[in-house]
């Protein structure tokens, strides 16, 4: 069974840095892309920050410049440093990852279980 891991978050002052790291495990042929995601009280779930599996990166508009995406496919791990935090990226985030099975036609979308990262004084 795939699982994603979360790690790295806690509370961080104003102007701080955090990295979140996001690990797969089980048994799967294919990790292709993964991202972050994040949702804070009252409000949806964003997306924040996605890689292809060949690296290229995307973030939404209000981290790019302090917020940096990264993976490590030998490990099957993705990151998120994150620099400059504000009180507004106070959130849960969450893993995201499209996993391919051994002998499957497609690919399926998993969720790790979130990660809370606080920005406070």
């Known amino acids: 069974q795939v699982q994603l891991v979360e790690s790295g978050g806690g509370l961080v002052q104003p102007g701080g840095s955090l990295r979140l790291s996001c690990a797969a495990s089980?048994?799967?042929?294919?990790?292709?892309?993964m991202g972050w995601y994040r949702q804070a009280p009252g409000k949806q779930r964003e997306l924040v920050a996605t890689?292809?599996?060949?690296?290229?990166?995307d973030y939404t508009d209000s981290v790019k410049g302090r917020f940096t995406i990264s993976r490590d496919n030998a490990k099957n791990t993705v990151y998120l440093q994150m620099n400059s935090l504000k009180p507004e990226d106070t959130a849960v985030y969450y893993c995201?990852?499209?996993?391919?099975?051994?002998?499957?036609?497609?690919?399926?979308?998993?969720w790790g279980r979130g990660t809370q990262v606080t920005v406070s004084s």
């Open positions: 995201n990852a499209d996993i391919k099975p051994y002998f499957a036609l497609t690919s399926y979308n998993h």
């Open positions: 890689i292809t599996g060949g690296g290229s990166a």
């Open positions: 089980g048994s799967f042929a294919r990790l292709n892309a």
